[in-house]
T-cell receptor, first 115, second 117 residues
Framework: AQSVTQLGSHVSVSEGALVLLRCNYS??????LFWYVQYPNQGLQLLLK??????LVKGINGFEAEFKKSETSFHLTKPSAHMSDAAEYFC?????????????FGTGTRLLVSP | EAQVTQNPRYLITVTGKKLTVTCSQN?????MSWYRQDPGLGLRQIYY???????DKGDVPEGYKVSRKEKRNFPLILESPSPNQTSLYFC????????????????FGPGTRLTVL
């Protein structure tokens, strides 16, 4: 079985500051890990995914995440926040053998960006 | 334009009145899925379909039905809606369900906000 824990339901940063959104996972099989972003009144959009290749994954809009097996973490970072990054972010996990079939989402972290 | 469409976008109904939320994709995707999103709970999978006539339960299937008679459509049916099914519903599709490798990604529809009184 898989699960993810997102630490912090809300994260506030200033424009230009580092963005760090935390995600820890639990998986009984090699995991696939995903970060999705949801802008207000829209569906989810895939930011990036880890599928057992490189542990540092680069995504869209300047985001990246590092898979750390020893820490069971997949934290999302961006060096410099923009106002347009304000959204809700979801971490998700599935088994490498199940892909999108059994995708388990975290509870989400709302990113607030102040001028 | 590649997209997943859902209808209706907003629906207010009463307990027990059967309803259907439609989902359609124009990308020839094999895999489709339904999720519900509730505050503090994230997204939870209701049902998914690996291909035409192949469907399976997700984590919260109770009170819902689905069908996959055509590749592009995956309707969600609530035979007798109850207030605890008030939620935001998302349909999603991807090329394949079994692998998320390479460039395969999951596309989400814009959501259907359902209120059951």
């Amino acid at each position: 079985a898989q699960s993810v824990t997102q630490l912090g339901s809300h994260v506030s940063v200033s424009e230009g500051a580092l963005v760090l959104l935390r995600c820890n996972y639990s998986s009984s099989v090699p995991p696939y890990l995903f970060w999705y972003v949801q802008y207000p009144n829209q569906g989810l959009q895939l930011l990036l995914k880890y599928t057992s290749a490189a542990t540092l994954v680069k995504g869209i809009n300047g985001f990246e995440a590092e898979f750390k097996k020893s820490e069971t973490s997949f934290h999302l970072t961006k060096p410099s926040a923009h106002m347009s990054d304000a959204a809700e972010y979801f971490c998700a996990v599935s088994g490498a053998n199940t892909g999108f079939q059994k995708l388990v989402f975290g509870t989400g972290t709302r990113l607030l960006v102040s001028p | 334009e590649a997209q997943v469409t859902q209808n209706p976008r907003y629906l207010i109904t009463v307990t027990g009145k059967k309803l259907t939320v439609t989902c359609s994709q124009n990308m020839n995707h094999e895999y489709m899925s339904w999720y519900r999103q509730d505050p503090g709970l994230g997204l939870r999978q209701i049902y998914y379909s690996m291909n035409v006539e192949v469907t399976d339960k997700g984590d919260v299937p109770e009170g819902y039905k689905v069908s996959r008679k055509e590749k592009r459509n995956f309707p969600l049916i609530l035979e007798s809606p109850s207030p605890n099914q008030t939620s935001l519903y998302f349909c999603a599709s991807s090329l394949s369900g079994q692998g998320a490798r390479g460039t395969d990604t999951q596309y989400f529809g814009p959501g259907t906000r359902l209120t059951v009184l």
